[in-house]
């Protein structure tokens, strides 16, 4: 699944990649960059709140606040989150 992760407030950086691991209370999130080799990890997630109807999502970590927004999927994140598959 492919996202663009925003980190908010000061030294905002904006990651885009395939989201590896879907974002859990107490796991990190794990987004793979383009090229393969490289990932950005973040602190445990304290929580997850859905901002709209379509798939942008508001990720408080034990550090930051990001804002995720899924570009293109094979499942819905809601989906991966509970571990269901779509037909």
Do not use: W
């Amino acid at each position: 699944m492919q996202v663009v992760l925003r980190k908010l407030g000061r030294g905002g950086r904006t990651v885009s990649g395939r989201l590896v691991r879907a974002p859990r209370k107490g796991s990190v999130i794990v987004i793979e960059f383009s090229d393969g080799l490289h990932e950005y990890v973040t602190t445990p997630v304290r929580r997850v709140l859905k901002l709209t109807p379509g798939e942008i999502f508001y990720i408080e970590t034990m550090n930051s606040r990001y804002r995720l927004e899924v570009q293109s999927s094979e499942l819905s994140l809601d989906d991966a989150a509970s571990g269901a598959s779509s037909p």
